[in-house]
Nanobody, 124 residues
Framework: QVQLVESGGGFAQAGGSLRLSCAASVRSSSTYTMAWFRQAPGKEREFVAVISRDGGYMLHADSVKGRFTISRDSAQNTVSLQMNTLKFEDTAVYYC?????????????????WGQGTQVTVSS
């Protein structure tokens, strides 16, 4: 069983930055592929970024590419999402997710473990 706890959400102005963190309560988070998803009101949960178990491979959604960066610290069992040049349309609840395979999936249904989510609100 994996418990994921997100932190770092809040308010930002358009053009600003926020950094999200996700702490995994496992012996070693390096056995899990980790990802970030987000869900805006009235919309489906969508993929944001994913990072491989060793941190060597990353994928970012086209909508955030060049602005957001996913990273992980296996020693600390954390995964982070640095969000720069925020836009109003980035407003959503952001979720950390984990799956115990090497495949970098962008589909929410492929992830067995989820955090409770953290709200990010960007003012235009």
């Amino acid at each position: 069983q994996v418990q994921l706890v997100e932190s770092g959400g809040g308010f930002a102005q358009a053009g600003g930055s926020l950094r999200l963190s996700c702490a995994a309560s496992v012996r070693s988070s390096s056995t899990y592929t980790m990802a970030w998803f987000r869900q805006a009101p009235g919309k489906e949960r969508e993929f944001v970024a994913v990072i491989s178990r060793d941190g060597g491979y990353m994928l970012h959604a086209d909508s955030v590419k060049g602005r957001f960066t996913i990273s992980r610290d296996s020693a600390q069992n954390t995964v982070s999402l640095q969000m720069n040049t925020l836009k109003f349309e980035d407003t959503a609840v952001y979720y950390c997710a984990a799956r115990r395979t090497i495949v970098l999936s962008t589909k929410p249904a492929d992830y067995a473990y989820w955090g409770q989510g953290t709200q990010v609100t960007v003012s235009s």
